[in-house]
């Protein structure tokens, strides 16, 4: 069970730090703005930037550990 979860976090981890880091690329220009519209914009980018990070810790860290935990439980 450990090599399986170990296997699919290196696997996961290429595919998933692209898709956080382009998505985050999109919204960081969105965050420190000024002009027009950016009552709405800043606070939005900001909190999806934020909630890309915590997912790219959760799904990469927390996860595997969480699939790990209760195994480890289990085995006497």
Do not use: C, N
Not at 11 to 16: E, K, L, N, S, Y
Not at 49 to 74: D, K, M
Request: net charge positive; hydrophobic share 55%; aromatic share 2%.
């Amino acid at each position: 069970m450990t090599d399986a979860v170990v296997e699919a976090a290196r696997t996961q981890f290429g595919p998933i730090l692209m898709l956080v880091l382009v998505a985050m690329l999109g919204m960081i220009p969105a965050a420190p703005a000024g002009g027009i519209g950016s009552d709405i914009q800043r606070p939005l980018a900001r909190v999806v930037v934020g909630g890309l990070l915590s997912t790219l810790l959760l799904t990469l860290v927390v996860l595997p550990a969480a699939y790990r935990v209760p195994e480890r439980l289990r085995k006497p």
